[in-house]
Structure formats: C-alpha cells, structure tokens
C-alpha cells in the first residue's frame, strides 16, 4: 500500500528564494496535516486540512507560508521568501476523519529544508 | 506550561531489560492518546493506542491514569531495534498535542 508521499526529499535554497513543498496523501484519507520539526521546538503542527478545505492555519508561522489542497490527492505547502529560520523537516501526514478521536496520523517520509 | 511533557531522557539500557517512561498532558478534558515511534532522521510511525484500560501489543504495554494526567509505555525485554525516540501524542479538543519524544537506547 502507498504510504503518504512527499517530495522533494532534501531542498537547499538560498535565503530569498521560493520554496514549494509536496504531499500525496493515503488514497481515502480526507484529512490531511502539515507539521514542522526542528530541535528547539519539536513538531508543530502547520495546517490541517478536512476535505480539501484548510480548518486549522493556526500554527502557520506568518504571511510568508501557505498551504493549498487543490484536490484530494495533493497539497502543497510554500514559503515565499524563504528564510534560514525555516531550516527544518516538513512532514506530511493523513488521516481518516480528521481529529476524531482515535484515529491516528499516518506520516511521510519527510522534507528536510535548508535555507541557506 | 507545554500541553505534552516528556522526560527526554536518554534511557541506556541492555538488551533485554525492562525500560518504562511517562507522559504528562495539561488538557484534563483530552480524549485520546498514542505512542508514536520516530527513528534518527525518519517520520514518526504509530506505535500504538493507549486505551482507558491499559493495553499491551507484544513487548510493549501502555497505560493511561486520567487521574494524574499521565500515560506511561513500557518495553519488555529489549531488543537492539527499539532504540529510538518515543513520541507521547495527545488528541485534545481535536487537536493532536506531541510531546518531544524520550530517546531510548537499547546496547547490545
């Protein structure tokens, strides 16, 4: 079975520069989530999205992030101008039902983001 | 204060051994918990479930106390391939809280 796919896998930018960050989805999971994890803070939830729509951007650091879900099977998540505080993995993961309770989030594999 | 604490640890033990750590979680109100496994440069997979009751799944036993707002996980007879970093995970008001993790390593 397809697990959650991200693309790319590594990015080295410079500081300035547009970043756009890739996820496919497990085919029939409606809800889908954005996190960022580094040393200092852990993981951080991003953004959540339940049936393409964005219900949660709450953990979306500033206007320089946005997340879209065009479709069930992608979304993507851009940083424009990129910074080299945002230096970290960007994972992707999906669920079935969103935040109901007892449903796990199943995670890809990862973005690791260098700006540089 | 964090919604979801943990003791970093490391947590160096022999194979074999018994190695058990805790979660504490501030929403009293949360109403669902998980123990995910993340690996050094990898995603964090579901390791498992914790239920009211306490449940186990092989080598691995995890227990919730509503009480105390704790959850703890525990790892029967070591193996080399569960060193990693155990992350606590806490669904509250349908909002996943994860701590930052209790690196374990199991020595041969």
């Known amino acids: 079975d397809a697990g959650v796919i991200q693309s790319p896998r590594h990015e080295v930018t410079e500081m300035g520069q547009e970043v756009t960050l890739r996820c496919k989805p497990i085919s029939g999971h409606n809800s889908l989530f954005w996190y960022r994890q580094t040393m200092m803070r852990g993981l951080e939830l991003l953004i959540y999205?339940?049936?393409?729509?964005?219900?949660?951007d709450s953990g979306m650091p500033e206007d320089r992030f946005s997340a879209k879900m065009p479709n069930a099977s992608f979304s993507t998540l851009k940083i424009q101008p990129s910074e080299p505080r945002d230096s970290a993995v960007y994972f992707c993961?999906?669920?079935?039902?969103?935040?109901?309770?007892?449903?796990?989030?199943?995670f890809g594999d990862g973005t690791r983001l260098s700006i540089l | 204060r964090k919604e979801v604490e943990q003791d970093p640890g490391p947590f160096n033990v022999p194979e074999g051994a018994t190695v058990a750590f805790n979660c504490t979680y501030s929403n009293s109100a949360s109403q669902s918990f998980f123990w995910y496994r993340q690996d050094c440069r990898k995603e964090p997979k579901l390791l498992m479930s914790?239920?009211?009751s306490g449940n186990e799944d092989g080598r691995f036993t995890a227990q919730l106390n509503r009480a105390s707002q704790y959850i703890s996980l525990l790892i029967r007879d070591s193996k080399l391939s569960d060193s990693a970093t155990y992350l606590c995970?806490?669904?509250?008001?349908?909002?996943?809280?994860f701590g930052a993790g209790t690196t374990v390593t199991v020595r041969a």
């Open positions: 995970v806490v669904n509250s008001d349908y909002k996943l809280s």
């Open positions: 993961a999906s669920s079935l039902g969103g935040y109901a309770p007892n449903q796990p989030q199943h």
């Open positions: 914790v239920y009211s």
């Open positions: 999205f339940n049936n393409n729509v964005p219900i949660d």
